[in-house]
């Protein structure tokens, strides 16, 4: 158990819908991190936020945004979801914006029917 | 383009064995690399190299990266069952972090 904990851990929704994930990071961590994860595609980088601000951006979709609020958690929300956005979606957490150690939770899955 | 490439994709060996995996890159700024295993759930960090030549090591896993060739390699020694898992390779750019598509490793008893 990393102490990074995820909701939901499954989600199963329609395209067209919008869904929100949320992050809770490791007690003490400041930066928190998101990560989609789909077979064909590997794992890809969406963005990083550190103690409440974007620090870092990936290959996030402009459908995708992402907070971290300021107790630390963060959501991701997904918006007008596709098909192609079916995957397995983890959020990471580290101490620093520059730590390169990074904590993973347990991962969401979301379907798209 | 920003890249990195693992090799090879998949592997399957025998307990006991040694074995040795790729990971070469291609990326603008290079600020350092990571290895993870992932079985069946999220990614756990491995090792963290930023400096060329200099090995890292943890009970019988042992990474070395090269900065002038740009490749590093992980290498597990007297291989496990419980060693079988998916090995993702990444860079940090600073700005962004560069997975490759892990390779896959089965260790048979």
């Known amino acids: 158990d990393s102490g990074v904990t995820q909701t939901p851990k499954h989600l199963i929704t329609a395209t067209g819908q919008r869904v929100t994930l949320r992050c809770s990071p490791r007690s003490g961590d400041l930066s928190v991190y998101w990560y989609q994860q789909s077979l064909d595609q590997g794992l890809q980088f969406l963005i990083q936020?550190?103690?409440?601000?974007?620090?870092a951006k990936g290959n996030i979709l402009e459908r995708f945004s992402a907070q971290q609020f300021p107790d630390l958690h963060s959501e991701l929300n997904l918006s007008s979801l596709e098909l192609g956005d079916s995957a397995l979606y983890f959020c990471?957490?580290?101490?620093?914006?520059?730590?390169?150690?990074?904590?993973f939770g347990p991962g969401t899955r979301l379907l798209v029917l | 383009e920003d890249k990195v490439v693992q090799s090879p994709l998949s592997l399957v060996v025998h307990e006991g064995d040694t074995v040795t995996l790729n990971c070469s890159y291609e990326v603008t700024n290079f600020r350092s690399l990571l290895w993870y295993k992932q079985e069946k759930k999220a990614p756990t960090f491995l090792f963290m190299l930023?400096?060329?030549?200099i090995e890292k090591k943890s009970g019988r896993l042992s990474s070395i990266l090269d900065k002038k060739e740009l490749f590093s390699i992980l290498n597990i020694t007297a291989t496990q069952t419980g060693d079988s898992a998916i090995y993702l390779c990444a860079v940090n750019t600073g700005n962004q972090f560069y997975f490759g598509t892990g390779t896959s490793l089965t260790v048979i008893p």
């Open positions: 930023t400096s060329s030549g």
């Open positions: 990471a957490s580290s101490v620093t914006a520059h730590q390169e150690t990074q904590y």
């Open positions: 936020y550190y103690n409440g601000e974007e620090r």
